[in-house]
């Protein structure tokens, strides 16, 4: 691959902003486009988008402009609720029109269905949406209607059995219409296959973490029985724009408004059926056909009131949530992933099933023969405090550290390849 790689930041967000400067300051990259989704930024040198001098390459809304760049690779930044409302068919059309793709959002593992695949049934969608409890500003004024109306479609269908033939065949029209499917991994391959390109999904967790740190870890024993991921973050200092701030989380509102059908809970799945399908197939040489997710997700009162941004804490609504995602190869645990988020120390949740009174950061386990293994990374100072800047740097890092190799393969779907490798010594 010819240096400076040509690239395109699609979403210039806390993440893909981030990916925007470091790449307009390094010499192995050349940023011939961005894409941008606020009509303000629509012609504004995208120097001047991240606080540096002008470049001479202004951004744009247009999608058939960007499209029409000659560019090597794409860097995929979506907004999370945006999976819901066609970042896939997006990422199909940069990938016929030639380019690579790398995102931070998604693709981690295409083949593994979620609950919104488009091989899913639509009324088994459908059902799923027309439970989901919204908070906040996750979705805009036309998606909160949307989702009102399927909740009251589905409770008309519920009670019409005989008629589910016909109704699934409705249902498929109007679910890719509110809020469209996943594609499968089948058609995100073909998508590569036709633009002679890759596509990869990276970032912190999912990616970085499991994907290598993890599955590292367990290449060094000899047989692995399970494996246990633990994250546990503040988010008191992540930004206001993520997810649509902390009340689309859940953080701040009544207890009874977070639970499995959250849309948290919904939408983190997507990400954590493709790192439990990534586990069972490297440890296990499982198809995503067998893997199985289930969900559980609560909240923790909170304990002291903590303003973030925008956002007031007040003792007794959501402090933190605890989600746990369990992945079973027909009856047998393999795989038990966490995610336990606070906002403020004084909310931090160390309940009994809080192992180890984490404080910060992530713990791994690996559980096999001839013993087990555990990781743990965690603030130095055994503080809450959190660095939200440092876990986007993270995953900003591990998107352009691995966009040469992804360039030069084969086109397809590209994973982490944790084969050893070696090299001469030079000393």
Known sequence: MAHPIRVIVWGPGDMGGRALHTALNSPDFDVVGVKVFSPHKDGVDIGTL??????GVSATTSKAAILALDADCVIHTPTTPALLQGADNDVVELLESGKNV????????????TWLSSSQPALSVLRTIGDMKVTGDVF????????????????????ARPLQRPLEAAASAVIDRVIPRRLTGERLQSACLKGGVSLHGTGLHPGLMVEQVLLRLASL????????FLEVGDLSAAPDGMW??????????????????????????????AVLGNVAHTLFGAQAKDVRVERHVYPVPARVEVRA????IRPGTVGAIHMTYRGYLGDRLFMTNEECWHVGAGNAHLGPDHPNSLSGGHLISVDGLPGRLEFRSEPEDGSFKAD?????????????DSIPAVCAARPGVVLPDLTPRYRLEEA
């Open 50 to 55: 991240v606080g540096l001098p002008p470049v």
């Open 102 to 113: 790398v995102s931070g959002a998604s693709y981690h593992n295409p083949a593994m269905p």
């Open 140 to 159: 805009g004024a036309r998606e909160r209607q949307a989702l009102s109306a399927l909740h009251w479609t589905m409770k008309a269908v519920d009670s």
């Open 221 to 228: 024993l000899d047989d692995v029985h399970e494996v246990r």
């Open 244 to 273: 649509g701030g902390l009340a689309s989380l859940g953080f701040g509102t009544d207890l009874s408004a977070v639970d499995s059908n959250h849309a948290i809970a919904l939408m983190q799945h997507f990400y954590f059926d």
């Open 309 to 312: 941004g925008g956002t007031v």
């Open 388 to 400: 939200w800047s440092a876990v986007t740097d993270i995953s900003v890092n591990a998107i352009l």
